[in-house]
């Protein structure tokens, strides 16, 4: 038995943020109605790259759901949203709130219908504000939040992570809001909601770097692949290759200037010996372990470093990535037969319960796949209510 077996999700959204935390429900075993418009999910056209003409964008955040195409801006659409949401556990949206309070379908319309509903909002900027119907992307939250300001080389242009990471742990947030409220219920009997914005994300995910402004009212520069309070803790490059070289603490700073690199000089230094020294004299330090790590062979250097309990990493590519003995040791690549596009290949999901665990994988839906069929089972439409449905272009 999954751990979210029994629960009913509605979910009305699309794109990333909201289906990435609904198929984290599906991926525990709720059950998961995507509404999709009767043209489908934006990320359906977002290619390449696609497989037989699929998007794996699409592919990447929405396994294990059911998918129904109806067009929720005709009354009898509409209605179809209502009687599903009666049946719910949970309702996740991603629409402006004017937009939902236009369709009729926000949040005190839902509760009245369903007072046990958890009814979770995912927006770029939150409700009851000014710029609650203000549109919100990943990409220009990064910008606005000073995410990109610490990203990328000390005298580069501001960056944006390679992901929409902002998309991603908002989705995520919206999980752990959406658990925490059905915990609630099991107490109080009663549904509420949940309020998730892209904008309170990322100033959250800003974490050390916020906490360092706020206290000290330093304002927090990029360096590159550095990182602005250890040292060292970047890139380096040696006779062959690349290492990911993070010293995280006065000991194994110690251990690698006599175990490994055997240059005493770099930890006898007064101005090296203390992360904080190391920190404030950077330009100095920096280009003498440069000039050491040059000296060995990447393969030789990964080994003194993890043979001393120093934290290190080759960088790899994404293809390197999926073929290396962490992935295959936790089965991250897991896959599933496609009617269209054959087997589909995705990552396992993070979570690992040892008496629940996480459901098989079911490849994502075709568009509009389970109209009938959920309609039918949850709704008891009959085949003449459906027909003269589509006959009426309200579902696909």
């Known amino acids: 038995m999954s751990v979210l077996q029994g629960i009913k999700v509605l979910d009305l959204t699309r794109i990333l943020a909201g289906p990435w935390s609904t198929m984290a429900l599906a991926d525990l075993g709720a059950e998961v109605w995507k509404i ?10 977002w290619m390449p790259p696609a497989k037989a003409g699929i998007s794996t964008y699409y592919l990447s955040a929405n396994r294990n759901k059911e998918s ?32 939902l309070k236009r369709l009729g379908l926000d949040y005190e319309t839902l509760a009245a219908i369903n007072p046990r509903l958890i009814h ?24 606005e939040s000073g995410f990109m ?3 990328g080389e000390k005298d580069g242009e501001p960056m944006r992570l390679g992901v929409a990471f902002i998309d ?16 609630e219920r099991e107490k109080s009997g009663l549904g ?15 974490a050390n770097i916020a906490s360092g ?48 690199l055997k240059r005493p000089e770099l930890h006898g230094d007064p101005r090296f010996s203390q992360n904080k020294g190391r920190t404030e004299h950077r330009e100095e330090l920096l280009p003498l372990l440069q000039t050491a790590f040059a000296e060995w062979q990447n393969e030789a ?24 003995e962490t992935a295959r040791y936790r089965e991250m690549v897991i896959s599933a037969e496609h009617s269209v596009a054959g087997e589909v290949r995705m990552v396992r999901s993070p979570l690992r319960l040892s008496r629940t665990p996480t459901v098989p994988m079911k490849a994502p839906p075709l568009h509009g796949q389970h109209t009938d069929e959920v309609l039918q089972r949850v709704l008891g439409k009959s085949e003449a209510e459906l027909a003269s449905l589509r006959q009426a272009a309200v579902i696909r």
């Open 36 to 45: 999709e418009s009767l043209e489908g999910d934006d990320t359906r056209s």
């Open 68 to 99: 129904l195409a109806i067009d929720m801006r005709k009354p009898q659409g509409r209605q179809l949203i209502l009687d599903l949401a009666a049946q719910a556990d949970v309702v996740v949206e991603n629409f402006l709130p004017a937009s």
């Open 120 to 143: 979770c909002s995912i927006t770029g900027y939150g409700r009851g504000n000014p710029l609650e119907n203000r549109p919100g992307y990943d990409f220009i939250i990064q910008a």
């Open 149 to 151: 300001s610490i990203t």
């Open 168 to 183: 991603l742990v908002t989705g995520m947030n919206a999980v752990q809001g959406i658990l925490a409220a059905l915990y």
């Open 192 to 206: 509420q909601s949940v309020d998730i914005a892209l904008s309170d994300s990322a100033l959250h995910f800003l």
């Open 213 to 260: 402004y706020l206290n000290t009212g330093t304002v927090p520069q990029r360096y590159g692949n550095a990182h602005a309070s250890i040292v060292p803790y970047q890139l380096f490059e040696t006779a062959d290759g690349t290492i990911a070289l993070a010293v995280g603490n006065d000991e194994q700073y110690r251990r690698l200037c006599l175990e490994v």
């Open 301 to 324: 250097l990964i080994a003194a470093l993890r043979n001393q309990g120093i934290p290190v990493g080759e960088v790899k590519s994404v293809a390197q990535a999926f073929d290396t």
